[in-house]
T-cell receptor, first 117, second 110 residues
């Protein structure tokens, strides 16, 4: 069975510092994708970053980077130079192999990040 | 602008009533999904659809129904059989790797 685990219910970080949000996953699929989403208090899900299981380089998107350690089955999100606007809920998600042509996605329980001024 | 539109933003249901949440996308995506989110929780999959007139149950389909008569539209009906419908509902679509989400509908019981 596929599973995403986020063990940090809440995190604090000082403005301008870096923060790492943890995510571990479990899957028997050889091909899969890992995602991070940001959910502000308004509720919308904002796509941040994607890592494919065959990608050798860690994904980066501006201040976001994904620390992908395949052997450890971890896909931690690193936010550099935190800003007050980064305060939100962050979800790790995984897309497994397609079944009948359709991908299913599973989500972790999220980490609430609060950036302190 | 291309995107996913969910309506209404807020919805109230009376006991014993069915309500329908709308989801429309103009991204030309094949796959569409409905998720339920409870306070402080992650997203749980209700139903998903890869093509018109075909859809599959997700992990928590009981008490819900969907239709996919057009590629652009994937409405979700919360039936009276769903005894605890109060939640935030998110619709998504995808092509290849990434899912795109609508802004969600908050459903409450009167």
């Amino acid at each position: 069975a596929q599973k995403i685990t986020q063990t940090q219910p809440g995190m604090f970080v000082q403005e301008k510092e870096a923060v790492t949000l943890d995510c571990t996953y479990d899957t028997s699929d050889q091909s899969y994708g890992l995602f991070w989403y940001k959910q502000p208090s308004s509720g919308e899900m904002i796509f941040l970053i994607y890592q494919g299981s065959y990608d050798e380089q860690n994904a980066t998107e501006g201040r976001y980077s994904l620390n992908f350690q395949k052997a450890r089955k971890s896909a931690n999100l690193v936010i550099s130079a935190s800003q007050l606007g980064d305060s939100a809920m962050y979800f790790c998600a995984m897309r497994g192999a397609a079944t009948s042509g359709t991908y299913k996605y599973i989500f972790g329980t999220g980490t609430r990040l609060k950036v302190l001024a | 602008d291309g995107g996913i539109t969910q309506s209404p933003k807020y919805l109230f249901r009376k006991e014993g009533q069915n309500v329908t949440l709308s989801c429309e996308q103009n991204l030309n995506h094949d796959a569409m999904y409905w998720y339920r989110q409870d306070p402080g929780q992650g997203l749980r999959l209700i139903y998903y659809s890869q093509i018109v007139n075909d859809f599959q149950k997700g992990d928590i389909a009981e008490g819900y129904s969907v239709s996919r008569e057009k590629k652009e539209s994937f409405p979700l009906t919360v039936t009276s059989a769903q005894k605890n419908p109060t939640a935030f509902y998110l619709c998504a679509s995808s092509i290849r790797a990434t899912q795109h989400f609508g802004d969600g509908t908050r459903l409450s019981i009167l």
